[in-house]
């Protein structure tokens, strides 16, 4: 993955609009944080292979960055996005990495399933 | 010495930090280990250091560290489960204990590793426990391997008492630190400190590399 060049991804995200896609959303603090420190209250979820369609995507931020993606019914919103890359399979792969590098959340846009 | 020492874990690298020595001195004194490992840490959270991987190709890189680290541990059979990171917990119960019950009979161990149920802090441990515990039970008594579990939560010991099994395992401490360093992706971050404190006889990191503690699970 690389650096989230802004202007770069928001061009990558309009061509998307409209299209039929997999979604997979993650936000982590990891299994061990409550383990390491009692009084960290740990929150997270994941959901992949929810299908959707938006009608407009935009990110914003100056990094770490947001997205909205707003769809017929609703919204998805991610933010602490930091790095990205478009994978082989045209996959929009995006990530928030903190300072010791670990993810902290992920979203991917794809118009094929993931694997499960 | 034992006949057949079956393995049973939900992640790669479980097998690294608080067992690679025991498994290395089954494994050197010529019993065949066989392990099972449940699901290919797809969630995991590092990604390696420099980023190596995304979450679409954790699974490939992690696969190829675990082929490694039981190329080092001299595991020959290693299963893997197809399990997803972090479901462990909320898959059929009684489809995973026939699973494991099957691969029980068909290896037929003398003893078995896993996780302590209740007492293994990350979701998976604890349901790769209870699933191997019930798996045991299924098998008429007198006939049950033995089970050695491996407990490491916040005051575990107050509950459990202290472990029955404390093994030195510090002549393949250096073999049991190459198997950690071959999940890369995972430990990439922490290896040349804990290196660094071994090296330099720190308590703390020498006791974690030459001692490896089980609790013989009461089936
Ligand atoms: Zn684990």
Redesign the interface.
């Known amino acids: 993955?690389k650096p989230i060049d802004r202007q770069f991804v928001q061009e990558n995200l309009t061509e998307l609009a409209g299209e039929s896609l997999y979604i997979?959303l993650?936000t982590?603090n990891?299994?061990?944080a409550s383990?390491k420190d009692?009084s960290f209250f740990s929150a997270g979820t994941?959901i992949r292979n929810v299908q959707l369609t938006f009608l407009h995507g935009k990110i914003t931020g100056k990094g770490p960055y947001r997205m909205g993606l707003e769809t017929e019914q609703g919204w998805l919103y991610a933010e602490g996005l930091t790095?990205w890359?478009k994978?082989e399979e045209d996959?929009l792969?995006f990530?928030g990495?903190d300072a010791?590098?670990?993810?902290?959340i992920?979203l991917?846009l794809s118009k094929k399933p993931?694997?499960? | 010495m034992e006949e057949h020492v079956l393995v049973i874990f939900p992640h790669p690298d479980d097998e690294a930090f608080g067992v690679a020595g025991t498994i290395l001195s089954h494994t050197q004194a010529g019993t065949p280990v066989t392990y099972a490992c449940l699901t290919l840490g797809e969630?995991?959270?590092?990604?390696?250091?420099?980023?190596i991987a995304?979450?679409?190709?954790l699974?490939e890189i992690r696969k190829n560290e675990l082929n490694e680290a039981c190329r080092l541990l001299g595991i020959e059979d290693l299963r893997r489960f197809g399990m997803?990171d972090?479901t462990v917990e909320f898959a059929d119960e009684d489809a995973l204990q026939s699973r494991i019950f099957d691969m029980i009979e068909e290896v037929n161990p003398s003893l078995i590793i896993t996780f302590y149920p209740g007492y293994a802090?990350?979701?998976?441990h604890d349901a790769t426990g209870a699933a191997v515990i019930q798996a045991v039970r299924r098998l008429p008594e007198g006939e049950r391997p033995t089970v050695h579990a491996l407990a490491f939560?916040?005051g575990c010991e107050q509950v459990l008492g202290e472990p029955d099994i404390v093994y030195d395992v510090s002549e393949y401490s250096d073999q049991k630190m190459k198997v950690i360093e071959a999940h890369k992706s995972q430990t990439a971050?922490v290896i040349e400190t804990m290196k660094k404190r071994f090296l330099e006889e720190d308590e703390t990191m020498k006791e974690r590399m030459s001692t490896e503690r089980f609790w013989t699970y009461p089936i």
């Open positions: 993955m997979h993650e982590t990891g299994a061990y383990h009692q994941f790095d890359e994978d996959r792969l990530a990495h010791e590098g670990k993810l902290a992920a991917e993931f694997p499960k | 969630m995991g959270r590092n990604m390696g250091r420099p980023l995304n979450r679409e190709t699974p997803r972090k802090v990350h979701p998976d939560s916040e971050g």
